[in-house]
Structures are given as structure tokens and as C-alpha cells.
């Protein structure tokens, strides 16, 4: 039996990292991955992307798609081939979100499309659960890490909105959604997460 895809979405300080922590303890036997990322090759595409400055727009939405291409294939596919669950944070609609939205690049939705699709192939998510939180919380969020902000997180407040357009509308292209407001406590937020990856095991 094939296992789920469960993808968590969400911009910048929308809190995927602390939900999927949350997640592994009480689904220790899943598999989890993120988007860029996850494989060798994919972990040093997210570095460029991060922090490499300079980087041309049609080079970066490239180098996502490389990067999920690499993760598809050496990662999510086999696991789910395997009867194993899935849980990617980040995948296919933040493509749109960031790259078409966020980016202002609509005119390119089509392009984006046949080549995200080109890129995951028959790998799509069983589960979206897109932690929808207002940009001016989120990034008050991001402020307080303890880390360098990343190219995306030092964009202006209005490209944060943008993005948020673009999940929203993304994600009604999936057959599985679940919107889940973010800006209330960690464990309301989870209970949800949680209710929604156990309705489709």
C-alpha cells in the first residue's frame, strides 16, 4: 500500500519548522523531508537560494525546481513506493506563491505550472496544510530568531502579502486542503495540524 504525501505550507515565520517538530513526536515513523532540500544536492541549491545575492529571477525559480526535481526522486517517491508517510515542509505551492506571486511574474503562471509538474511528476500531495498567519505577525516572528534572515525574509512587507495571495490560491489546485490560522498559540495551532494528518492515515 502506497503511503501519504503531507506537505506543510506557509510563509516565512508561519511556524512549519516548530509544527513539524511537533508532528515527529507524535508520528515518529513518518518520513520527513523539506523543499529545497532534503538531499545533498538539494541542500546546497537552498544555500544559494537563501543567501546567494545576485541571483537572477529566472535562475532562482530554476533552482527550485531542480531541487524538487532531486528530492522527488531520490526521496519522496521511494519512501511512498515503500508504504511509507510523507511529510514534506514546504513543496509545489510555494513555487507559485514566492515565484509568481510574491515575484510579480503572473504572466509565467502557465510555464510554472507545466514545469512544476515536469519536476514532481506523479508526485502530488494527499494532504496541503497551509498555515495561512498574517505577514506583519509572521515577521515579528522572524525578527526574534536567533539567526541570519534568509534573501526572502529581508523582502519588504508587501511582497510578504503578495505571497500570502499566492498560497491561497495555490493551494485550491490540490484535492486535499486544510487553512489553518497560525497567528493563535502553538498548541491550538497543532491540534489542528494533528486532526487533519490523522483524518487521512
Known amino acids: 500500500m502506497k503511503g501519504k504525501f503531507i506537505v506543510i505550507e506557509g510563509?516565512?515565520?508561519?511556524g512549519?519548522?516548530?509544527?513539524?517538530e511537533l508532528l515527529k513526536k507524535d508520528f515518529p515513523n513518518f518520513v520527513y523531508t523539506r523543499d529545497p532540500g532534503g538531499t545533498e544536492l538539494g541542500s546546497e541549491l537552498r544555500s544559494i537560494l537563501q543567501y546567494r545575492q545576485?541571483?537572477?529571477?529566472?535562475?532562482?525559480?530554476?533552482?527550485?525546481?531542480?531541487?524538487?526535481a532531486q528530492l522527488v526522486n531520490e526521496v519522496v517517491q521511494p519512501n511512498l513506493e515503500k508504504g511509507l508517510n510523507v511529510v514534506c515542509?514546504?513543496?509545489e505551492p510555494s513555487t507559485f506563491a514566492y515565484q509568481i506571486y510574491g515575484r510579480e511574474r503572473l504572466e509565467l503562471k502557465e510555464f510554472v505550472t507545466q514545469a512544476s509538474r515536469f519536476a514532481r511528476g506523479e508526485c502530488i500531495p494527499d494532504l496541503v496544510v497551509l498555515l495561512d498567519v498574517p505577514p506583519d505577525v509572521a515577521l515579528k516572528r522572524v525578527a526574534t530568531r536567533d539567526e541570519k534572515?534568509?534573501?526572502?525574509?529581508?523582502?519588504?512587507?508587501?511582497?510578504?502579502?503578495?505571497?500570502?495571495?499566492?498560497y491561497l490560491e495555490s493551494v485550491k489546485?490540490?484535492?486535499?486542503?486544510?487553512?489553518?490560522?497560525?497567528?493563535?498559540?502553538?498548541?491550538?495551532?497543532?491540534?489542528?495540524?494533528?486532526?487533519?494528518?490523522?483524518?487521512?492515515?
Open 11 to 14: 510563509g516565512d515565520g508561519a
Open 16 to 20: 512549519k519548522d516548530t509544527q513539524i
Open 54 to 68: 545576485g541571483l537572477s529571477k529566472p535562475a532562482e525559480m530554476l533552482i527550485f525546481l531542480a531541487s524538487r
Open 89 to 91: 515542509n514546504r513543496f
Open 149 to 166: 534572515p534568509t534573501r526572502f525574509e529581508q523582502e519588504k512587507i508587501d511582497f510578504h502579502n503578495r505571497v500570502r495571495q499566492g
Open 173 to 201: 489546485e490540490f484535492p486535499k486542503v486544510e487553512i489553518i490560522d497560525a497567528s493563535r498559540s502553538i498548541e491550538d495551532v497543532y491540534k489542528d495540524v494533528k486532526a487533519a494528518v490523522s483524518a487521512i492515515l
